[in-house]
């Protein structure tokens, strides 16, 4: 359980949620979500308290892309986009001409408005999780949480993502937070990382400087695997 820790992400940089399996990757991004309850402690966005809102005021600031696999159904890959809108649209869900413009900002701003008129059980894995983080931006959020975005891409689709959270973070000036388990191309992209160890313990600071003093060959080092710090890589011992 982590406790006593006080971490910070900023508007327009993307950061990094690091660490081995069971280290509390998930928890920690799902509690920040207000999707489980703190045991203690608060969560701040720009002087707002996230976890005293209601979850309609939390939908209109926060928004998440978890692992879980979507099944859309019969819906359009834009249709499902549409459904970001909805704390912002009111008890009916109609969207008006500001929401279907904000749809189709998100669908070009990830690079997917040439599938959006697709169903989406036709998509591959890699445009389907383009769509979701066009959802979750249709949201119009402060705060964009993503748990695992890249686990069930190949490698070429995995760099275009995380290049793509970096660059929506820039453009949108948004807070992105990321848990992912792709070390090496983390260390990489992000601005800034959260690096959770076995002990419960958590650094923080830009990729470069834990690298360098070790930190991240603590978190993950073992019997078969080490990270080479001059590499940027992992090698077998």
Do not use: C, Y
């Not at 070790?214 to 077998?236: I, K, N, Q």
């Amino acid at each position: 359980m982590l406790g006593g820790v006080s971490l910070d992400a900023r508007p327009g940089e993307l950061t990094a949620l690091l660490g081995p399996n069971g280290a509390g990757k998930s928890t920690l991004l799902r509690t920040v979500a207000g999707l489980l309850p703190a045991v203690a402690g608060s969560v701040s966005l720009g002087g707002t308290d996230l976890l005293a809102l209601t979850p309609a005021e939390r939908a209109r600031r926060v928004a998440v892309v978890l692992t879980e696999r979507v099944d859309g159904g019969l819906l359009t890959a834009r249709e499902l986009v549409g459904l970001g809108r909805h704390p912002h649209t009111g008890a009916r869900g109609t969207l008006r001409a500001a929401d279907r413009a904000a749809v189709d900002d998100a669908l070009a701003a990830v690079r997917a408005t040439e599938f959006a008129q697709r169903r989406v059980g036709e998509l591959s894995d890699g445009e389907r999780q383009r769509v979701l983080m066009a959802r979750a931006l249709a949201q119009a959020p402060d705060l964009l949480l993503l748990d695992e975005p890249t686990a069930f891409l190949d490698a070429p689709s995995r760099v275009s993502v995380t290049g793509l959270l970096r660059r929506l973070a820039r453009d949108r000036g948004i807070v992105v937070v990321v848990s992912t388990h792709d070390v090496e191309l983390a260390l990489r992209v992000a601005d800034r990382v959260w690096l959770l160890d076995r002990t419960g313990g958590v650094r923080t600071g830009p990729p470069a400087g834990l690298v360098a003093d070790g930190a991240v060959g603590a978190a993950f080092d073992s019997d078969e695997l080490r990270f080479d710090a001059g590499a940027g890589t992992f090698v077998m011992r």
